[in-house]
């Protein structure tokens, strides 16, 4: 059996691995190895594979057979390159030691520099290169460093002796110590070092290289770098490689230093080189702030001949790599080194600029630029921000769920009427509730953005607020309301304090802080105009339709104008009950719920018949040409009606009936668990007329807009079938009525009538709800929630926790869960289908929105996802990414 190779050499030219090894050499590693094979002078060294991290874990934190061999050969190898030994006491070989995962994860594990120095080690050092100052410098780093990263002791020890060194010399800058008052440092540093952990300061450089790599393999499960992986949903890696290169000083004197830089400016994408650099310093300085950096430019006139070297390299790796470059350089005595290499983290207004720039140079393609922007990145784009110069400065008073992106700051008010009436006085608020519920909509609509202590990610405040566009931070469990105030871990907030919210983010700031709208560039438009023809020129076996296309969930005109502008192909989902809960149609519904009598509740119905229709013209108005699927009334009617005495009183007496009337039939309209009781089509069997109206509103409408001029596509969709009969006797009443509408208006008006899959038993048998449907709406908030048996609502209670401790790995409301709900999912389609080859089917869920959920609808088959109207350019570059990805 061939022996596992565990590290990989770089140097003189060549290297055994390269770019596409990220995955065993890490991007780091991966990075040396190719600078190095393509002549970038590169400081030589090896890297030991990710595999042994693997493996470091599994045998509980000790090395595979062989590997204490091999780290001896390939030191070997690189003191007979470098023609220095490790730990010589005439002329010491330093190494680096750093870490560097497969996905770039900065300034999450360990780096230890100068590795090699001890007492003797550090006299020749300063003999051999007549300097030595800069010897004792790098020994004292080396201490501080090896001490804090490998053997776990605090920095602010070190920083102490340092301090008082300097303040006793009466000088500010680590700079202005010469030798002597370096060499003092470095005995008091051994001196806390013998104190603290009761042993000398290694002296055996082999030693120190190994504690070294245990430390950097042991920063691989550090609390920051967990939580950056889960922060950024980083799965599947086998560990951290650890990169041991031979040291450059750029602390050798003034005509050293060390810097880095970008290939473009990452903040704004612009092509110019951009980047920072010290002089007479070491990496660390630059990153922890110790002293101020110049700008990149003023190195062009301290040593032009280095930043012509530099500005060449940088544009020949931005060449091979086709990429913007992220780039680490040190500078010793008058000569350039580079460090490290990798693509460059940058805004979501950066990343496209890059992209269409990149294109426009010839340096990729159209499909590889849609590659080049995350669907986060994108979403930077629509929002407005907390000022990220004033945020660097803050702590959150608060953290919940980032359930509605951008930031919105104003005081609160705790009721949707006080939110509409401090807004009509002109005033900014935030609603703070427990949980949102559709009656307090016109509070979220004049609300800059929507607080609340309870709900998930699907909660009704989440999802209302995403269709509007308004930040919400949901499930912000330590925010307690009571009447009008609210506390925070005991600090109480009035009415009419200011807060702040990032729905981004999810944290919740004191006071007003200003906020700043990316701009939107032309260039936005090209870059999603390539998104389109990626996504609609997929053609799949079997499936009926242009491409991969991208719906919206919209329930008014406004919204539809907003998701059209924005690019959707369609309306996925319309929820009529949300306009009910408009201005003069609220009390005529009530009025309709607590009828008696089937002839009562016609005169009420018939009172909102005009006003639906003038909803619902106005809707195809506004999608003109594209399909608009239109769900009849879903959630239970206990939602319509008042719930406290002074609520019963005022409508008991806009109604003309007694109060204890109105409370009994509120009362009888009360369910155990509401959610699985009597609403979607159940209440379309047990009140037939209630939507009975509807559907007569919808067609009476399309005809009225057809015969303007306008092409309309109304979609009818039955809400919650369990069963095909229910589908088919709301079908067989939904026909009776269209059929009435049509002959009345001598019209013919092209229409479809299907059905929500969101029951799973609706999932299990879609071979014979295909037979009485046009089409299937996966609805896969309900689906998940019984799939389940979490309440979408209450999740929030517990959602932390589950995530924390590995129950779940991502929130199922938030992101589809493939393993479970999705296998419902692709049982629906594939039972659709074998009935109706044709069957148009999509997603109209929230998942809609969610990348990942998106590539598992185009892969199941689903013909279109339909997302909230500020999602729409999201979900078209994800679909347009899943469908590049199943070309490949």
């Given at each position: 059996m061939a022996k596992t190779k565990m590290i990989y050499f770089f140097g003189d030219g060549k290297a055994e691995g390269n770019a596409k090894m990220k995955d065993l050499l890490g991007g780091k590693g991966a990075n040396l190895a190719e600078m190095t094979s393509i002549g970038v002078p590169v400081p030589p060294g090896f890297t030991i594979s990710t595999e042994v991290c693997s493996a470091f874990y599994e045998n509980k934190r000790s090395y595979p057979a062989g590997f204490a061999s091999e780290l001896k050969e390939h030191l070997g190898s690189l003191e007979k390159l470098m023609g220095k030994k490790l730990g010589d006491a005439n002329d010491p070989l330093l190494v680096s030691v750093r870490s560097g995962a497969a996905i770039s994860m900065p300034g999450m594990m360990d780096t230890i520099l100068n590795l090699g120095l001890n007492d003797q080690a550090t006299v020749g050092l300063g003999e051999k290169t007549g300097n030595p100052r800069f010897a004792w410098d790098a020994y004292r780093r080396f201490i501080q460093m090896f001490s804090n990263v490998a053997m776990g002791m605090k920095g602010e020890v070190f920083e102490a002796i340092l301090e008082k060194i300097k303040a006793d010399k009466k000088v500010e800058l680590d700079t202005e110590l010469d030798a002597d008052d370096l060499q003092k440092v470095v005995t008091e540093y051994k001196k806390a070092y013998k104190k603290h952990m009761k042993s000398d300061f290694p002296q055996d450089p082999v030693e120190q290289l190994q504690k070294a790599i245990d430390a950097v393999?042991?920063?691989?499960?550090?609390?920051?770098?967990?939580?950056?992986?889960?922060?950024?949903n980083i799965t599947g890696l086998l560990?951290?490689?650890?990169?041991?290169?031979?040291?450059?000083?750029?602390?050798?004197?003034d005509d050293s230093g060390t810097g880095v830089c970008f290939s473009r400016d990452p903040s704004t994408g612009k092509k110019v080189f951009y980047g920072e650099f010290l002089m007479n310093a070491q990496g660390e300085d630059v990153v922890a702030g110790i002293r101020t950096p110049e700008k990149l430019?003023?190195?062009k006139k301290r040593n032009a001949a280095v930043y012509d070297e530099l500005e060449a390299i940088k544009d020949k790796l931005e060449n091979h790599y086709h990429d913007m470059q992220d780039i680490e350089f040190t500078i010793q005595q008058g000569k350039l080194f580079l460090l490290q290499t990798r693509n460059g983290k940058r805004t979501g207004p950066a990343a496209v600029k890059i992209a269409v720039d990149m294109v426009a140079e010839k340096m990729i393609t159209e499909e590889e630029a849609i590659g080049r922007v995350s669907p986060d990145q994108l979403d930077q784009l629509f929002h407005p921000g907390i000022d990220p110069k004033m945020k660097k400065s803050l702590s959150p008073l608060a953290k919940g769920l980032n359930a509605s992106p951008g930031a919105a700051t104003g005081q609160i008010v705790f009721s949707a009427e006080d939110a509409e009436a401090w807004a009509k006085d002109g005033k900014k608020v935030l609603l703070v509730r427990k949980e949102t519920s559709p009656e307090d909509i016109g509070g979220m609509v004049a609300a800059q953005g929507v607080l609340t202590s309870t709900g998930g990610m699907t909660s009704h405040a989440a999802v209302v607020a995403r269709g509007m566009g308004k930040p919400c931070v949901a499930g912000c469990k330590s925010v307690v309301v009571s009447g009008k105030a609210m506390s925070v871990d005991g600090k109480k907030f009035k009415e009419g304090a200011y807060l702040s919210i990032d729905g981004s983010t999810g944290e919740v700031f004191e006071g007003e802080l200003e906020l700043v709208s990316p701009k939107i560039t032309k260039d936005l438009a090209t870059f999603l105009g390539w998104a389109d023809k990626v996504r609609l020129s997929a053609k799949r076996e079997g499936i009926a339709g242009v491409g991969f296309q991208v719906r919206t969930n919209a329930d008014q005109p406004a919204d539809a104008k907003v998701?059209?502008?924005?690019?959707?192909?369609?309306?996925?989902?319309?929820?009529?009950?949300h306009m009910f809960f408009d201005e003069g149609k609220l009390e005529i519904f009530q009025e309709m719920i607590i009828s008696e009598t089937a002839e009562a509740r016609a005169d009420a119905l018939k009172k909102l018949l005009p006003l639906q229709k003038k909803d619902f013209k106005g809707i195809f108005t506004a999608m003109e040409g594209l399909p608009v699927t239109i769900r009849l009334l879903d959630p239970p009617l206990h939602e319509f009606v008042p719930k406290t005495a002074a609520e019963v009183k005022e409508l008991a007496a806009k109604l003309g009936i007694k109060p204890a009337q109105l409370k009994a039939k509120a009362e009888a309209l009360k369910e155990l668990n509401p959610m699985l009781g009597h609403r979607g089509c159940r209440l379309g069997i047990t009140y037939p007329?209630?939507?009975d109206m509807q559907v007569e509103a919808i067609m009476t409408a399309a005809c009225e807009v057809q015969k303007s001029g306008k092409k309309v596509h109304?979609?009818?969709?039955?809400?919650?079938i369990g069963t095909v009969k229910e589908l088919q006797m709301l079908r067989a009443n939904a026909e009776a009525v269209i059929e009435k509408v049509l002959s009345q208006k001598k019209m013919k008006v092209d229409y479809k009538i299907g059905t929500m899959i969101e029951i799973p038993r609706a999932a299990l048998t879609a071979d014979k709800v295909a037979a009485s449907a046009d089409f299937f709406s996966f609805g896969t908030n309900d689906l998940t929630q019984m799939t389940f048996g979490y309440s979408r609502d209450d999740i929030g209670s517990f959602i932390g926790d589950y995530l924390d401790q590995g129950v779940l790995p991502r929130d199922p409301f938030q992101s589809l869960d493939t393993e479970g709900v999705g296998q419902l999912v692709s049982m629906g389609v594939e039972k659709g289908r074998s009935v109706k080859g044709d069957l148009?089917?999509?997603?109209?869920?929230?998942h809609g929105g969610d990348p990942d959920s998106i590539d598992f609808c185009y892969r199941t088959g689903l013909n279109y996802v339909s997302c909230s109207p500020y999602r729409?350019?999201?979900a078209r570059l994800a679909a347009a990414q899943a469908v590049a990805r199943s070309k490949k």
């Amino acid at each position: 059996m061939a022996k596992t190779k565990m590290i990989y050499f770089f140097g003189d030219g060549k290297a055994e691995g390269n770019a596409k090894m990220k995955d065993l050499l890490g991007g780091k590693g991966a990075n040396l190895a190719e600078m190095t094979s393509i002549g970038v002078p590169v400081p030589p060294g090896f890297t030991i594979s990710t595999e042994v991290c693997s493996a470091f874990y599994e045998n509980k934190r000790s090395y595979p057979a062989g590997f204490a061999s091999e780290l001896k050969e390939h030191l070997g190898s690189l003191e007979k390159l470098m023609g220095k030994k490790l730990g010589d006491a005439n002329d010491p070989l330093l190494v680096s030691v750093r870490s560097g995962a497969a996905i770039s994860m900065p300034g999450m594990m360990d780096t230890i520099l100068n590795l090699g120095l001890n007492d003797q080690a550090t006299v020749g050092l300063g003999e051999k290169t007549g300097n030595p100052r800069f010897a004792w410098d790098a020994y004292r780093r080396f201490i501080q460093m090896f001490s804090n990263v490998a053997m776990g002791m605090k920095g602010e020890v070190f920083e102490a002796i340092l301090e008082k060194i300097k303040a006793d010399k009466k000088v500010e800058l680590d700079t202005e110590l010469d030798a002597d008052d370096l060499q003092k440092v470095v005995t008091e540093y051994k001196k806390a070092y013998k104190k603290h952990m009761k042993s000398d300061f290694p002296q055996d450089p082999v030693e120190q290289l190994q504690k070294a790599i245990d430390a950097v393999f042991g920063s691989w499960m550090n609390d920051r770098a967990i939580h950056y992986r889960k922060l950024n949903n980083i799965t599947g890696l086998l560990g951290t490689a650890v990169n041991v290169q031979s040291m450059v000083f750029g602390n050798f004197g003034d005509d050293s230093g060390t810097g880095v830089c970008f290939s473009r400016d990452p903040s704004t994408g612009k092509k110019v080189f951009y980047g920072e650099f010290l002089m007479n310093a070491q990496g660390e300085d630059v990153v922890a702030g110790i002293r101020t950096p110049e700008k990149l430019s003023s190195l062009k006139k301290r040593n032009a001949a280095v930043y012509d070297e530099l500005e060449a390299i940088k544009d020949k790796l931005e060449n091979h790599y086709h990429d913007m470059q992220d780039i680490e350089f040190t500078i010793q005595q008058g000569k350039l080194f580079l460090l490290q290499t990798r693509n460059g983290k940058r805004t979501g207004p950066a990343a496209v600029k890059i992209a269409v720039d990149m294109v426009a140079e010839k340096m990729i393609t159209e499909e590889e630029a849609i590659g080049r922007v995350s669907p986060d990145q994108l979403d930077q784009l629509f929002h407005p921000g907390i000022d990220p110069k004033m945020k660097k400065s803050l702590s959150p008073l608060a953290k919940g769920l980032n359930a509605s992106p951008g930031a919105a700051t104003g005081q609160i008010v705790f009721s949707a009427e006080d939110a509409e009436a401090w807004a009509k006085d002109g005033k900014k608020v935030l609603l703070v509730r427990k949980e949102t519920s559709p009656e307090d909509i016109g509070g979220m609509v004049a609300a800059q953005g929507v607080l609340t202590s309870t709900g998930g990610m699907t909660s009704h405040a989440a999802v209302v607020a995403r269709g509007m566009g308004k930040p919400c931070v949901a499930g912000c469990k330590s925010v307690v309301v009571s009447g009008k105030a609210m506390s925070v871990d005991g600090k109480k907030f009035k009415e009419g304090a200011y807060l702040s919210i990032d729905g981004s983010t999810g944290e919740v700031f004191e006071g007003e802080l200003e906020l700043v709208s990316p701009k939107i560039t032309k260039d936005l438009a090209t870059f999603l105009g390539w998104a389109d023809k990626v996504r609609l020129s997929a053609k799949r076996e079997g499936i009926a339709g242009v491409g991969f296309q991208v719906r919206t969930n919209a329930d008014q005109p406004a919204d539809a104008k907003v998701a059209r502008k924005f690019g959707a192909e369609g309306i996925g989902l319309c929820r009529t009950e949300h306009m009910f809960f408009d201005e003069g149609k609220l009390e005529i519904f009530q009025e309709m719920i607590i009828s008696e009598t089937a002839e009562a509740r016609a005169d009420a119905l018939k009172k909102l018949l005009p006003l639906q229709k003038k909803d619902f013209k106005g809707i195809f108005t506004a999608m003109e040409g594209l399909p608009v699927t239109i769900r009849l009334l879903d959630p239970p009617l206990h939602e319509f009606v008042p719930k406290t005495a002074a609520e019963v009183k005022e409508l008991a007496a806009k109604l003309g009936i007694k109060p204890a009337q109105l409370k009994a039939k509120a009362e009888a309209l009360k369910e155990l668990n509401p959610m699985l009781g009597h609403r979607g089509c159940r209440l379309g069997i047990t009140y037939p007329e209630i939507y009975d109206m509807q559907v007569e509103a919808i067609m009476t409408a399309a005809c009225e807009v057809q015969k303007s001029g306008k092409k309309v596509h109304p979609e009818i969709m039955i809400p919650l079938i369990g069963t095909v009969k229910e589908l088919q006797m709301l079908r067989a009443n939904a026909e009776a009525v269209i059929e009435k509408v049509l002959s009345q208006k001598k019209m013919k008006v092209d229409y479809k009538i299907g059905t929500m899959i969101e029951i799973p038993r609706a999932a299990l048998t879609a071979d014979k709800v295909a037979a009485s449907a046009d089409f299937f709406s996966f609805g896969t908030n309900d689906l998940t929630q019984m799939t389940f048996g979490y309440s979408r609502d209450d999740i929030g209670s517990f959602i932390g926790d589950y995530l924390d401790q590995g129950v779940l790995p991502r929130d199922p409301f938030q992101s589809l869960d493939t393993e479970g709900v999705g296998q419902l999912v692709s049982m629906g389609v594939e039972k659709g289908r074998s009935v109706k080859g044709d069957l148009k089917m999509g997603i109209c869920g929230e998942h809609g929105g969610d990348p990942d959920s998106i590539d598992f609808c185009y892969r199941t088959g689903l013909n279109y996802v339909s997302c909230s109207p500020y999602r729409v350019p999201i979900a078209r570059l994800a679909a347009a990414q899943a469908v590049a990805r199943s070309k490949k």
